[in-house]
């Protein structure tokens, strides 16, 4: 089945659909495991109101790696602003432009890995613009978030992050503790955040550095949706 068939079927008669167009799976999974001691796991489904307002899942997300002469991973996340009708494919771009542009750079760059994810977001703003004038609208229809997680050598105790917008990043401890490793955007009880097309996306101070005293069990990156199951206010 299509997922544009899947997407009549999911939402009942008399509901409001959005444009057949564009198309996105309900649900997406990806493995990484060719790491030696790591493993990357991605998920995304639908949630439960999107189903019932018969829209696109409007979140993202990439998983990268590479083992020579190193080893390193990339995780990226996008989440789009619902209330945009085009927000799912700026999630898409979001995550495939800048975990592009750190795979194709990761190898020069290791000396400021930081760095490297902020000129990676700033690559993904440019391709969000881009789209936005071929498709004849706005930066603002493709509002998305966007966080990334980088390792950028396995052998050393050190990630890096960026984040726009609301959503999670952290490490695991062996002893469930939790280390944010972002800091989120939004008035929690307002619903509000920032995007990623947004002159706040450029803060240098979104690009950030972690030492690692001892390795943790995980690391996750994930929206607001699944990040308040999983660290609840």
């Known amino acids: 089945r299509s997922p544009a068939t899947r997407a009549r079927r999911t939402s009942g008669a008399g509901r409001r659909r959005r444009p057949q167009h564009d198309a996105v799976d309900h649900r997406e999974t990806a493995l990484v495991d060719h790491l030696p001691r790591v493993r990357l ?19 993202a997300f990439r998983l ?64 969000i613009l881009l789209e936005a004038a071929w498709r004849g609208t706005t930066e603002a229809d493709l509002a998305s978030t966007l966080l990334l997680l980088l390792c950028a050598d396995t052998e050393v105790a050190t990630v890096h992050s960026y984040q726009i917008g609301d959503g999670l990043i952290a490490a695991f401890g062996a002893g469930g503790s939790v280390r944010t490793l972002g800091a989120p955007d939004g008035e929690i009880y307002a619903g509000t955040t920032r995007f990623l097309a947004s002159d706040a996306a450029f803060e240098p101070a979104r690009a950030r550095r972690h030492e690692l005293e001892t390795p943790p069990r995980g690391f996750v990156v994930a929206t607001d949706g699944v990040a308040d199951d999983l660290v609840p206010l």
């Open 41 to 59: 796991f991605g998920a995304s489904r639908r949630g439960r109101s999107h189903g019932w307002a018969g829209s696109w899942r409007e979140d």
């Open 64 to 127: 990268s790696a590479g083992s020579a002469p190193r080893s390193w991973w990339l995780l990226a996340v996008a989440d789009g602003a619902w209330s945009r009708s085009l927000s799912r494919v700026g999630a898409r771009l979001a995550v495939s432009a800048a975990s592009r542009f750190v795979t194709e750079r990761i190898d020069v760059a290791l000396r400021d890995p930081s760095l490297l994810l902020l000129m990676a977001a700033r690559a993904a703003v440019a391709e």
